[in-house]
């Protein structure tokens, strides 16, 4: 009867275009599981249309084990939802092997080593670990209790790495602070020109944050073809995406245009660092955010 089905979340503008090659694309640079999983994908001509169809049973039946299955069915909901996946543990959690994973189970959690093995079997990394429901541990076996205490003694890991916060609040409302400190001073007299080896003064900076565009240009333009390329396609799939129509044939002296244009000043420069750090180039996302002061 239609009308005892329950509404259904629509997916974001732009999945449903996805090809299957957009789909094994995000399952390595967005969720990052191995290459085997994104082209089991592939394999099985799962496309956008499909994916958003998606749920951990279907996963699973294409043969991928538990642990990245629970990962990518977690990346998949926020996904769903139109927001981005953000972690709520440090690093050192979420790069634990599966090995390092058993370990932590027996040594700290304690629980009985047939429970560790068998997460052990399925994949179950640190990355993994960390998106795990209590009903993910009962479907592979493991009882309430130790499940239970799992979950307990791995939320006691959330929030204790500075490194884990969100940094782009924190660098927009930083950028914001600033530039009321620079009106502040507009009728300061002007400050010199840096000489050469010399930090950029503040003023150059305001310059830089009242128009990103030149400085996330010079930042693209150190991509290679193929970075570029990513990067295009995680602006078309960010929250509130850049349409492909806009990106089509662009140089990144457009690029970064339309990103100022698409987000506003403030809003660029954070987006531009979050999705270099997606496409795995943390040292020019690192390099932009510094230079922008």
């Known amino acids: ?26 399952l390595m640079t967005e969720v990052k599981v191995h290459e085997t999983c994104a082209d089991r994908f592939c394999e099985e001509e799962v496309s956008g249309d499909s994916l958003v169809n998606f749920e951990k049973k279907d996963i699973l039946d294409l043969g991928i084990k538990h642990g990245p299955a629970v990962k990518i069915a977690s990346y998949l909901e ?11 543990f440090p690093a050192h959690v979420e790069n634990r092997t599966k090995e390092e994973v058993t370990q932590w189970l027996l040594q700290h959690v ?8 068998r997460l052990q ?4 990394s640190g990355d993994c670990l960390v998106c795990f429901r209590k009903q993910d541990f ?3 076996e493991v009882k309430s209790g ?5 979950l307990k003694e791995l939320g006691r890991l959330k929030n204790k790495d500075s490194a884990l916060r969100p940094v782009f609040p924190g ?3 930083s950028l914001r602070a600033k530039n009321r400190q620079e ?13 050469k080896g010399q930090l950029p003064t503040s003023q150059t900076k305001k310059k830089e944050a009242d128009n990103p565009a030149p400085l996330i240009k010079k930042t693209l333009d150190r991509l290679g073809k193929a970075d570029l390329k990513s990067f295009c396609f995680e602006l078309e799939n960010y929250g509130n995406p850049v349409p492909r129509s806009k990106l089509e044939d662009k140089d990144t002296m457009d690029i970064s245009t339309l990103v100022t244009d698409h987000y506003g000043c403030e809003e660029a420069l954070c987006i531009t660092r979050n999705i270099l750090q997606k496409i795995n180039q943390n040292k020019l996302a690192s390099q932009l955010i510094n230079h922008a002061g």
């Open 138 to 140: 009962l479907d592979l």
């Open 183 to 195: 009106n502040k001073k507009t009728n300061a007299p002007l400050e010199k020109t840096p000489g």
């Open 171 to 173: 660098i927009r409302w």
């Open 121 to 124: 079997e399925e994949e179950v």
């Open 146 to 150: 130790p499940a239970v205490k799992i």
């Open 78 to 88: 926020r996904l769903k939802e139109g927001s981005q996946h953000e972690s709520q």
């Open 1 to 26: 009867d239609p009308k005892m089905s329950e509404p259904t979340t629509e997916p974001p503008p732009g999945i449903e275009t996805w090809t299957k090659e957009d789909v094994r694309h995000w």
């Open 110 to 117: 304690k629980v009985h080593s047939k429970y560790a093995e």
